[in-house]
């Protein structure tokens, strides 16, 4: 039930929510007019630090770009025309887009172009539904040139019929222009500037001042191929390597020279940087591994990058309308959602109803329905700050970076503050009330009481949230921890769900619905609301499945349940079941389409298969525990495993021994798991029959002296009873782009 502090912190998101967006769009009409971050891809970025095996890439500031695969491109340019025009450099881009677009049947007709085609000729390639053209115009003053250029328009032929009636052809859908600077420097001599300002302004009435416009408006109406908007770019003039050009090269070809013409083409369109991708200077070079070894040209992977950012500037509007899950935010739109705008409408009639009706409600008598509305309420507003934060692009989406020092750091603060919130425990009655217990078994909270399991979840959920964060999954030691942090929670949820059922006996179909409305709520309102799969949020998923398991179990021939060899048997047989459903091909299928076709919900069948066989007896581990832990307190009419008390059931002497047996244990773990499984895959393969050494070696000496039982670490405990929530909204407060990137205003980083 939510409290007042849990109301106030989701207004208190709704109210940063929208006061985001309206700076946001103030900051978007009187400031940089860049809503969809389209300028900010073709000005600004950065190199994304060395990832383990040597590979870096580029990242525009404030937006996520994304690396097209050949069959996207051709769902991009289906039946369209790409024009290149300039000299080698721009044949360069043209060399790298058919690489680009080309399967592997059409490399050889690639290598065919290049062995037959001279240096100063155009050339045409088509790969199935893509034609790609360059022209040598080194000087911008072609016959061909001004045809091209005639022929574009800055929208699709589908959102302008009208424009473009006459034309002798349709307008290309991409047009790069290759700045005329470096000809001019080397073969200009004194009247370089004066050729180029010649060149520059020969194009420049093509380039229409009202293109900006013409584009987010197109942007804001893209939904499929056919409506999206063309371009045009005229590339600045290239910065060479001057450090190994050739001495007849340096001579006319310097830094004084390429700056001045770069100076005059930003005078030529001061108020416009849609047109030049400046991006293109603005990369760190370096001579080995950017540039060929005339220092003229660049590498193949630098020119590949650059045709990368025209072609995010041209594809993603139509990527991000259509689909949610697309990765891309640099020039992106928002996709239409109406299931956020239902519960817009939803939770502004709630709140109007509380507001309009609570006094007459109560005063009736019907307070009931003033808490189902307030939790209704609640859930709403949770509901559109994922949307707001997660489904549109005002908030920024940073790409995350693995740094083990920060990660290491950030775990060692939690920990710290973690054991310094340490307090005595409070008494409980483990959230079972006095209607509920069996008299004839209950003996006591026992072994995991209810504020340990808490305080566990929570300790490993604040690490978790961590792990994700810093991306520390590219770290395998890292994820092999996190695994059994999962296993831990399941071994916890098994354990916790089989004691109330031995103790109470509560087989009730209303426990059973709570239960499950309680693990599944968010991730199933998520999928509907955020477009996303169930098995996005797998952990949701997977708690459900095991919590049916050991339910169907216990219910069927629940008199059984008194006796341990019977429940033994029992735990048998459904371990083998669940095996042959987990592991055999169809079944998981069959299940799974009958949940989509029903709840009309999305499930990864092969995500949910591999999730559920990382930890396929973890659970079980946990319902033999709380068998035997029910089994003795009702013998022996004490609580179990209450080890150092005196005439405690274990003695002092072998409490010791088995702190030591559990010490022992967890370290020979960890060293045989970190030293020997250096593959992932080598490790996922025998977690699932070992994971259950380290975590119960943990309880036990959790358990193991009163001074520890008798305290709790308060943080902890308060994120554990909220930890199934966090981890499912973290993918889209905490995290965004569904947990692939951060999330971040922007304001502080001189924007």
Request: aromatic share 14%.
């Amino acid at each position: 039930m939510p409290d007042t502090s849990s109301k106030l912190a989701n207004y208190a998101l709704l109210f940063i929510a929208f006061l985001t967006f309206t700076t946001q769009n103030i900051h978007a009409t009187y400031g940089k007019n860049d809503p969809h971050r389209c300028l900010t891809l073709l000005n600004n970025g950065t190199w994304s630090p060395l990832a383990p095996d040597g590979s870096r890439r580029w990242e525009p500031k404030d937006c996520r770009m994304v690396e097209h695969t050949a069959d996207f491109l051709h769902g991009c340019l289906n039946d369209r025309k790409v024009v290149f025009i300039g000299d080698s450099t721009i044949r360069q881009l043209f060399w790298a887009a058919t690489k680009q677009v080309a399967h592997r049947k059409s490399e050889t007709r690639i290598k065919r172009l290049l062995q037959s085609n001279g240096k100063h000729h155009d050339i045409s390639f088509r790969a199935d539904n893509v034609q790609l053209e360059f022209i040598w115009d080194p000087w911008l003053n072609s016959t061909v040139l001004h045809d091209v250029l005639k022929s574009f328009h800055a929208l699709s032929t589908s959102l302008d019929v009208e424009a473009i009636v006459g034309m002798d052809e349709l307008s290309p859908m991409l047009v790069i222009l290759g700045a005329p600077g470096l000809w001019a420097a080397r073969y200009g001599g004194d009247d370089y500037l004066n050729l180029f300002k010649r060149a520059v302004t020969g194009v420049v009435p093509y380039l229409s001042p009202s293109l900006d416009n013409n584009i987010s408006l197109a942007m804001e109406t893209t939904r499929g191929p056919d409506d999206i908007p063309n371009r045009i770019f005229l590339t600045p003039v290239g910065i060479p390597d001057y450090s190994n050009l050739a001495p007849n090269r340096s001579k006319s070809i310097t830094p004084e020279r390429i700056e001045t013409m770069n100076n005059y083409l930003s005078q030529v369109f001061p108020n416009n940087l849609s047109y030049i991708p400046w991006v293109y200077n603005r990369i760190p070079t370096l001579s080995k591994r950017d540039f060929d070894i005339d220092g003229l040209h660049a590498s193949d992977s630098m020119a590949a990058l650059k045709l990368n950012i025209a072609f995010n500037a041209l594809c993603n509007p139509a990527a991000s309308a259509r689909s949610r899950s697309f990765k891309g935010t640099c020039c992106a739109v928002t996709p239409p959602n109406y299931a956020a705008l239902i519960v817009f409408v939803l939770f502004g009639t709630s709140a109007g109803f509380v507001a309009g009706a609570r006094r007459h409600l109560e005063t009736a008598g019907s307070s009931g329905v003033v808490q189902f509305t307030e939790i209704l309420k609640n859930v709403l507003a949770t509901l559109l700050w994922c949307w707001y934060a997660d489904g549109t692009y005002y908030l920024i989406r940073a790409e995350r970076h693995y740094e083990q020092n920060a990660f290491v750091a950030a775990c060692l603060i939690w920990l710290v503050v973690s054991v310094l919130s340490s307090r005595k425990a409070p008494q409980q009655t483990d959230g079972l009330s006095s209607s509920k217990r069996d008299a004839r078994y209950y003996r006591g909270p026992g072994y995991l009481s209810r504020n340990q399991s808490n305080e566990i979840k929570g300790l490993m959920q604040g690490i978790i949230l961590l792990y994700h964060y810093h991306y520390a999954s590219q770290a395998l030691w890292v994820y092999k921890i996190i695994r059994l942090f999962i296993s831990g929670y399941l071994y916890i949820s098994g354990y916790a769900h089989t004691l109330y059922l031995l103790e109470t006996n509560d087989f009730s179909l209303n426990r059973v619905m709570e239960i499950l409305c309680r693990l599944n709520f968010l991730s199933v309102f998520l999928s509907y609301v955020m477009r996303t799969t169930y098995t996005s949020y797998y952990f949701a998923p997977v708690v459900t499945f095991w919590y049916l398991v050991l339910y169907a179990m216990l219910r069927f021939f629940k008199s059984y349940n008194r006796d341990l060899r019977w429940l033994l048997l029992k735990i048998a047989i459904t371990i083998r079941l669940t095996n042959i459903f987990i592991l055999s091909p169809g079944i998981l299928e069959t299940v799974t389409g009958f949940i989509h076709d029903v709840f009309y919900i999305s499930i990864d069948v092969e995500e949910m298969r591999f999730r559920l066989r990382l930890d396929r007896y973890i659970t079980f581990i946990g319902i033999i525990v709380a068998a035997l832990t029910h089994r003795a307190s009702i013998r022996r009419e004490r609580n179990f495993l209450q080890f150092g008390w005196v005439g405690a059931i274990f003695t002092l002497r072998f409490t010791l021994w088995l702190a030591i047996v559990c010490v022992g244990s967890t370290i020979t773990f960890f060293y045989v798991t970190q030293t020997y499984l250096q593959e992932k895959q080598a490790y996922n393969q025998i977690h699932p029959f070992i994971s259950w050494i380290p975590i119960l070696s943990f309880i036990v000496l959790r358990n193991s002296h009163r001074m520890l039982r008798d305290r709790c670490l308060y943080l902890p405990n308060l994120l554990g009873r909220i930890s199934l929530e966090t981890y499912i909204l973290q993918y889209h407060i905490w995290l965004g782009g569904d947990a692939t990137a951060k999330l971040f205003i922007g304001y502080w980083e001189g924007r």
